[in-house]
């Protein structure tokens, strides 16, 4: 069976499908796998979503920060500042979408692919075992009754480093940086979330959590998307998806079930301005 991964789509439904007929997928018998942010900056948030959610048992989407950034506005807790959520957040299907949404988890592994699906990254310190029961914790928060809880809490930086003893909403907003947010960190695990360029644009004695030596997850082959400004990478078990849709850049496609895993990429004319994250 074709499995496919696709990286941010951020509300570029035309794109989204575009691709998707330039890889012949099949609703019907391929696999999909998204690497998170489906809405938000592109146009067409709500088709974009309506169109995943069809897809039902074929599709295996993560979340990515800008899909709880929407769940955080749905509640009052933030405002959509570029107005792109609009339509979505008006649709008389908002809530069962929304409800859909929330129910996508953070993390996938399929051992019979050895692959493994985050939005953003894993911290040095988490092997498979850990990173998967981390993302258990946070996907039963947000799908059960301490949902709107934990969405108020969720935004900041801190706590900046793993430890077994975190708790409370510190623990819960640690898990959820790093899957949903993380792209350099300290050799000692430390979480560096303001850095938002390219390798070799950042301050001192920070790297991408990738190239962190000893990484307790270094023998998975891991998929992510969330990093625009990446660039190509040539790094064992690594394989970055987000390559700029929605700023202008492409929208890429890795196959997944084949001996050398093969990328397609489809040329976009970009709907946002870059800036912040």
């Not at 051992?111 to 998967?132: C, E, I, K, M, Y």
């Not at 790094?235 to 890795?254: E, M, N, R, S």
């Amino acid at each position: 069976m074709p499995v496919y991964a696709i990286g941010d789509i951020q509300g570029c439904y035309y794109e989204f499908r575009q691709l998707l007929d330039h890889i012949g997928f099949d609703a019907a018998h391929d696999a999909l796998w998204l690497a998170g942010d489906l809405v938000n900056r592109g146009p067409d948030s709500l088709k974009t979503l309506r169109f995943v959610r069809s897809l039902g048992e074929r599709v295996i989407s993560v979340l990515g920060n800008h899909d709880l950034n929407l769940l955080a506005v749905a509640e009052g807790l933030r405002k959509d500042k570029d107005h792109s959520l609009h339509e979505l957040l008006a649709a008389p299907d908002r809530d069962e979408l929304l409800h859909w949404l929330r129910h996508r988890p953070l993390m996938h592994h399929d051992a019979s692919l050895n692959f493994t699906l985050v939005h953003a990254g894993l911290p040095p310190q988490w092997d498979l075992d850990r990173a998967l029961a981390c993302a258990r914790e946070l996907e039963e928060t947000l799908r059960g009754e301490t949902y709107h809880a934990f969405l108020t809490e969720m935004y900041g930086n801190q706590p900046k480093r793993w430890s077994r003893k975190l708790a409370g909403h510190d623990r819960l907003r640690f898990i959820c940086n790093c899957f949903t947010r993380l792209r350099y960190c300290s050799v000692d695990g430390a979480l560096d979330l303001k850095a938002k360029g390219p390798p070799g644009s950042q301050p001192a004695g920070i790297q991408p959590w990738f190239t962190v030596p000893g990484r307790k997850s270094e023998a998975l082959r891991i998929v992510f998307g969330h990093w625009s400004t990446l660039g190509p990478r040539n790094d064992p078990g690594v394989y970055p998806l987000d390559t700029g849709c929605v700023w202008g850049g492409q929208l890429t496609a890795l196959r997944l079930d084949r001996d050398a895993p093969a990328y397609h990429h489809l040329p976009c004319a970009g709907a946002a301005v870059p800036g912040a994250e």
